[in-house]
């Protein structure tokens, strides 16, 4: 059976971690918060404005293009029956209305190399929540543009659209909404422009492939909004399996322009061996977890993004429970800038950016048990990009160079500079256990022969990984955790010997009790 589930196992253990016309919601779906539906309100000058997609995405054609396939939606299964019997590259213009595929569970569209999927306005393509798959197959450079895909019952960390991972597919002006499971993933050169990704029941998009051979990806313009309506985390505690986009080992990409927010988890996700990463231009709010987590990845450049009202849900939660670890609203796990992995970059850079009224702020973090072989390494199978043999990441090897340093993901080659902080304890609603910087690393515990046991990782994430804050504008009342978590410092601790950091930056403790807009 040509479309029988991918089941994508890897992911499932990975993270270590509206209009008239919609649709009733999946059960459990959240709604945009009030403060979310009215963004970029104090937004500086210069600062990115969200990509409002969703209320009002543009029409398609009218009228079908020359020599485009007509699709009719009164007829069941047409789309389908159509791009069979059509040779490649054939343009398929679907008319106003709602299209359905057979009733089987498998039954999909399967384009042909180059194939191009018009929606006419009001062209839906609705999986009546009994088919799992929309469009799937292993064609290359198809294109879908201006259609509504909605209802479809993938499984978890399968996908709706462009299910089986194709290169080269174009989704532009498009909504994919209301599906369970992702309602997109990817291939390599994918690109999804100003489209709307909603109410999705696990990712907007999940940007994994068999192999690992994304490279080349292009995420610009869209709205992500309301994603993991299934509440994952709860069903499968710590399966790091949430948000709004999560990436799987992309290599490259482009990440710009978009409006992710109000997503249950984390708005942004990229997870075990990404590489080259741009992130800019972002206006990232009012996601239950983080903004964004970049985890055992490297060399990326986060710059000129708005990150506003994160983390707030799982830090409270947190907080209630006694969690006195300092979550990040931009959280660096295992993750640094690596000068031998080929990149635009050889840091991670986070530079411009506004973070205001967040949980918490930028924690650099390391788990001292977690390398390549280690029980506590939730990459399965997965070794750095340094290492390609895992087994020979093992004692006594493993105690010295250089698999002592390139068997193990570090957060290193930092940079942190040029950015606004704003933290408003009445905004937040919290006084205590957040508005908190950090970098720091837990103490090294198992297993029996780990080179990385007690404080070792903690001193070289705080002192010797060149990770560093400096030229910063904060503004009320922030906190600093160095080395672990019973090590919290004031600014002028902070600023002294031994940290040295944020140099050159200024403090404005009391601004946050009032409007500093």
């Known amino acids: 059976m040509p479309a029988a589930p991918l089941v994508l196992l890897l992911l499932a253990v990975a993270g270590c971690t509206g ?131 909605e209802g479809f019952v993938a499984p978890n960390n399968e996908g709706v659209v462009n299910h089986d991972m194709a290169d080269g597919w174009v989704i532009e002006h498009a909504r994919i909404q209301y599906n369970s499971g992702a309602g997109l993933m990817a291939g390599a ?159 991670i850079d986070v530079h411009g950016n506004l973070m205001e009224d967040n949980w918490s702020g930028i924690t650099l973090w390391e788990n001292a048990d977690r390398y390549c072989n280690s029980p506590a390494n939730t990459s399965t199978g997965y070794c750095t990009l340094l290492v390609k043999d895992t087994a020979r990441c093992a004692p006594p090897a493993i105690a010295a160079a250089p698999l002592h340093d390139d068997c193990r993901w570090r957060t290193r080659r930092v940079d942190i500079h040029g950015n606004r902080f704003v933290h408003r304890p009445a905004a937040v609603g919290c006084t205590s256990a957040c508005g908190r910087m950090a970098v720091l690393a837990g103490s090294g515990d198992r297993p029996e022969g780990s080179p990385y046991r007690a404080e070792r990782v903690g001193e070289a994430i705080t002192r010797d990984q060149d990770n560093r804050w400096h030229d910063n504008a904060y503004v009320g009342p922030w906190s600093f955790v160095a080395h672990d978590t019973g090590r919290t410092l004031d600014v002028a601790r902070w600023r002294g010997t031994p940290y040295g950091q944020d140099a050159g930056s200024t403090f404005d403790a009391g601004g946050g009790d009032g409007d500093d807009r």
């Open 189 to 347: 050169r994918q690109q999804l422009r100003a489209s709307c990704l909603r109410g999705n029941g696990q990712y907007g998009m999940n940007a994994y492939k068999t192999g690992d051979t994304i490279k080349g990806l292009v995420v610009e313009g869209n709205e992500v909004v309301g994603n993991n309506t299934d509440d994952w985390e709860r069903r499968e505690p710590g399966c790091g399996c949430t948000g709004g986009i999560k990436f799987w080992a992309v290599d490259g990409a482009d990440v710009r322009g978009n409006w992710v927010h109000d997503n249950r988890g984390a708005g942004l996700w990229a997870d075990t061996n990404n590489n080259d990463f741009l992130f800019e231009d972002n206006v990232l709010e009012s996601n239950d977890g983080a903004a964004l987590i970049y985890e055992t990845s490297y060399n990326a450049v986060v710059r000129n993004n708005t990150i506003r009202r994160n983390g707030l849900v799982e830090g409270r939660a947190a907080a209630e429970d006694g969690d006195g670890f300092p979550y990040g609203t931009v959280y660096l796990s295992e993750s640094g800038g690596e000068p031998r992995v080929r990149a635009r970059t050889d840091r």
């Open 19 to 149: 209009p008239s016309d919609a649709p009733a919601k999946q059960a459990g779906a959240r709604s945009p918060s009030a403060a979310a539906s009215a963004p970029g309100a104090g937004t500086p000058t210069g600062a990115p404005s969200p990509a409002r997609v969703c209320a009002a995405p543009p029409a398609g054609p009218e009228r079908a293009p020359a020599g485009a396939v007509t699709v009719d939606p009164a007829v069941v299964g047409d789309l389908a029956a159509k791009t069979e019997s059509s040779p490649p590259r054939t343009t398929f213009w679907l008319r106003p209305g709602r299209h359905t595929l057979p009733s089987d569970a498998y039954a999909q569209v399967e384009p042909k190399e180059g194939n191009r999927y018009l929606g006419a306005p009001g062209a839906v393509l609705d999986g009546r929540r009994t088919n799992q798959y929309a469009f799937g197959g292993t064609a290359r450079g198809v294109a879908i543009r201006y259609l509504t895909v």
